[in-house]
C-alpha cells in the first residue's frame, strides 16, 4: 500500500507570493492533518480536514488555509509569504476521526521563503 | 492547556548503551500518548503507543509506559544502535480532542557512535 505522498517536495518562493502544498493521504484514510515544522517551535499543529470539512484549526494566521477533495487528498495555501513561513511542512493521515487510529506521516514539502 | 515536556538533547551514546529520554505531559483527562521517530530528511514514523495508564508501549526494542502518577512517558531502550540515530518526539493526543490534533514535544536528537 503506497504511503502519504506530498508534492512538491521543494520549493522556494519569495517574500509576498503564494504557495499551494499537496498531500495525497493514504487509500481509504479520511482524515488529513497539517504540521508545520521549523527548528525554533518544533512541530505546531495547523489543521485537520475530515471528509472535506475542517475540524480542527491550530493558532495559525488566516494566511495558512486549506482543503479537502472528496477523494481525501488535502492542499495547503499560504498567502503573502513571510520569511519566518520556511519550515518543513507535513501532512499525516489516518483511517478515521479519532484518536484510536493511527496516523501515517508524509515526508514532507520543504519551504524555503527568500 | 495540552502540552509535552522532553528532555533536550541532543543525546550521544556509544553503541550498546541505554537509553533513556524523558517525557511529562500535561493533559486534560487521559491522553493517548506517543513516541515518533524522525530519520534526516523523511517524515514521522509512529515508534509506539499507549492509549491507558500503566500500558506498555514496545516496538524494535524501545518500551514506554504511560504513568499517570507521575505523568510520563519515558522512552527506554536496552542496547542502542548506530540505526536508532534519529530525532525523537514525545506527542499525545487528549482523550477530549475530537480530532487528530497532536501536541508534540520539541525532540532529542539522538546519535549513537559505533
Known amino acids: 500500500k503506497a504511503g502519504v505522498t506530498q508534492t512538491p517536495r521543494y520549493l522556494i518562493k519569495t517574500r509576498g507570493q503564494q504557495v499551494t502544498l499537496s498531500c495525497s493521504p493514504i487509500?481509504?484514510?479520511?482524515?488529513v492533518s497539517w504540521y508545520q515544522q521549523t527548528p525554533g517551535q518544533g512541530l505546531q499543529f495547523l489543521f485537520e480536514y475530515f471528509s472535506e470539512t475542517q475540524r480542527n484549526k491550530g493558532n495559525f494566521p488566516g494566511r495558512f488555509s486549506g482543503r479537502q477533495f472528496s477523494n481525501s487528498r488535502s492542499e495547503m495555501n499560504v498567502s503573502t509569504l513571510e520569511l519566518g513561513d520556511s519550515a518543513l511542512y507535513l501532512c499525516a493521515s489516518s483511517l478515521a476521526g479519532t484518536s484510536a487510529y493511527e496516523q501515517y506521516f508524509g515526508p514532507g514539502t520543504r519551504l524555503t521563503v527568500t | 492547556g495540552n502540552s509535552v515536556t522532553q528532555m533536550e538533547g541532543p543525546v550521544t551514546l556509544s553503541e550498546e548503551a541505554f537509553l533513556t529520554i524523558n517525557c511529562t505531559y500535561t493533559?486534560?483527562?487521559?491522553?493517548?500518548l506517543f513516541w515518533y521517530v524522525q530519520y534526516p530528511g523523511e517524515g514521522l514514523q509512529l515508534l509506539l503507543k499507549?492509549?491507558?495508564?500503566?500500558d506498555k508501549g514496545s516496538n524494535k526494542g524501545f518500551e514506554a509506559t504511560y504513568r499517570k502518577e507521575t505523568t510520563s512517558f519515558h522512552l527506554e531502550k536496552g542496547s542502542v544502535q548506530v540505526s536508532d540515530s534519529a530525532v525523537y518526539f514525545c506527542?499525545?493526543?487528549?482523550?477530549?480532542?475530537?480530532?487528530?490534533?497532536?501536541?508534540f514535544g520539541t525532540g532529542t536528537s539522538l546519535t549513537v557512535i559505533p
Open positions: 493533559a486534560t483527562g487521559y491522553p493517548s
Open positions: 499507549a492509549t491507558k495508564a500503566d
Open positions: 506527542a499525545l493526543i487528549p482523550l477530549t480532542n475530537t480530532g487528530n490534533q497532536f501536541y
Open positions: 487509500s481509504g484514510h479520511r482524515s
